[in-house]
């Protein structure tokens, strides 16, 4: 049973440049969500999807988008990157969204270095 | 305030003794709560969940939740140093779909 997978697992973009990152959610999941984790911090949650739509947003800007695909995976498009945006990015992928014994199960994730 | 918060450690405990993770969040309406173990440069991975007032055993973990005082906590008991890691509590409203997450406690197992 394939758990969650994350691409790439490294990468390195210049200040400015535009990322996409990957996600497919483990077998029988139907729900992503992803989240940014700065060095010596929780993981903040940046948006999710459920049915191909984004169901709730966090506190990020426009500059972070995503879409979900008709077989669950996912993607994160960050456009203009900053140095601040350098973090791990954590896909986490659940059975639909929204009721109390959902749990959400992280990928290995994408370390990101913006210079 | 934020609204889920954890002591950032590092706990220092021996092997074999009993590790208590303690963490308290600031919204009533967060109603379940997960435990995330996360060893340094990976990711988070599940170990228990709660959403009911009292204890919660799984193998050597026990999660308690008391919702009047807003607070969750992890006991691990016989604590090996396979266990030195970092500690994530996160919080969940039922009207929400996003985790919330304190910074985490690192908890080191001394041999």
């Known amino acids: 049973d394939a758990g969650v997978t994350q691409s790439p697992t490294h990468l390195i973009k210049t200040r400015g440049q535009q990322v996409t990152l990957r996600c497919s959610p483990k077998?029988?999941?139907?729900?992503v969500s992803w989240y940014q984790q700065a060095l010596g911090q929780g993981p903040q949650f940046i948006f999710q999807?459920?049915?191909?739509?984004?169901?709730q947003r966090g506190n990020f800007p426009d500059r972070f988008s995503g879409h979900q695909f008709p077989n669950y995976s996912s993607e994160l498009n960050v456009n203009a990157l900053l140095l601040g945006d350098s973090a791990l990015y954590l896909c986490?992928?659940?059975?639909?969204?929204?009721?109390?014994?959902?749990?959400?199960?992280f990928g290995q994730g994408t370390r990101l270095t913006v210079v | 305030q934020k609204e889920v918060e954890q002591n950032s450690g590092p706990l220092s405990v021996p092997e074999g003794a009993i590790a208590s993770l303690n963490c308290t969040y600031s919204?009533?309406?967060?109603?379940?709560f997960f435990w995330y173990r996360q060893y340094s440069g990976k990711s988070p991975e599940l170990i228990m969940s709660?959403?009911?007032?009292g204890d919660k055993e799984d193998g050597r973990f026990t999660a308690q939740l008391n919702k009047a005082s807003q607070y969750v906590s992890l006991l691990i008991r016989d604590s090996q140093p396979s266990d030195s890691a970092t500690y994530l509590c996160?919080?969940?409203?039922?009207?929400?779909?996003?985790?919330?997450f304190g910074s985490g406690t690192r908890l080191l197992v001394r041999p």
């Open positions: 986490a992928s659940s059975l639909r969204g929204i009721h109390m014994n959902t749990e959400a199960f």
């Open positions: 077998s029988g999941h139907d729900t």
């Open positions: 999807y459920y049915e191909e739509e984004e169901r």
């Open positions: 919204d009533r309406g967060s109603q379940s």
């Open positions: 709660i959403y009911s007032n």
């Open positions: 996160a919080g969940r409203m039922d009207s929400s779909y996003k985790l919330i």
